[in-house]
Nanobody
Framework: QVQLVESGGGLVQAGDSLRLSCTAS????????MGWFRQTPGKERHFVSA????????YYEDSVKGRFTISRDTAKNTVYLQMNSLKPEDTAVYYC??????????????????WGQGTQVTVSS
């Protein structure tokens, strides 16, 4: 079984930074990509960012471009999301996910196979 465990969420003020981490554990598995999604109450889970595991190509949702940076450490089996210049509208539960097989569209949550439990990020104004 594969487990994804997120950490690093918290309560910050607008303009502050946070770094989320997501570590995979359990059985060894290959993957095409890792992604971050976020969700607010009553709304669907939305794509934030993704990174291909081997090549390290990165992708971002428009509202976070220039503020968020995704990275991965393959030796530690961990993906990170550095979030700078946080805004109140970034408040959400952030989930990491693993995509096993290749899909061209990394922003489609239905293509991800494993999910973490989520970590809350709250940005006060």
């Amino acid at each position: 079984q594969v487990q994804l465990v997120e950490s690093g969420g918290g309560l910050v003020q607008a303009g502050d930074s946070l770094r989320l981490s997501c570590t995979a554990s359990g059985r060894t598995f290959s993957r095409h990509a890792m992604g971050w999604f976020r969700q607010t109450p009553g709304k669907e889970r939305h794509f934030v960012s993704a990174i291909t595991w081997i090549g390290g190509s990165t992708y971002y949702e428009d509202s976070v471009k220039g503020r968020f940076t995704i990275s991965r450490d393959t030796a530690k089996n961990t993906v990170y999301l550095q979030m700078n210049s946080l805004k109140p509208e970034d408040t959400a539960v952030y989930y990491c996910a693993a995509m096993i097989r290749f899909h061209a569209n990394l922003d489609q949550r239905t293509y991800y196979d494993y999910w973490g439990q989520g970590t809350q990020v709250t940005v006060s104004s």
